[in-house]
């Protein structure tokens, strides 16, 4: 079964790219949506990830 959020750094892993990319995309608005747990952790739901992957899909030339 699939997790439902992932986490900072199961999100880093799949895209393979620095923590401070992330950072850099998420203030400029451009990263995933989050959510902040109490305990400061963030987490990516799984839909929100894969919807924000497919946004950034470039089409195939013709």
């Not at 892993?13 to 959510?35: C, H, I, M, N």
């Not at 109490?38 to 929100?48: A, F, M, V, Y």
């Not at 946004?55 to 030339?61: D, F, L």
């Amino acid at each position: 079964m699939a997790r439902t959020f992932l986490t900072l750094t199961d999100f880093l892993a799949e895209l393979d790219v620095p923590k401070s990319t992330f950072f850099r995309w998420k203030a400029l608005g451009q990263a995933p949506r989050t959510y902040k747990l109490p305990n400061g952790q963030l987490r990516i739901r799984r839909t929100d990830f894969d919807a924000w992957l497919s946004s950034r899909e470039e089409q195939q030339a013709a």
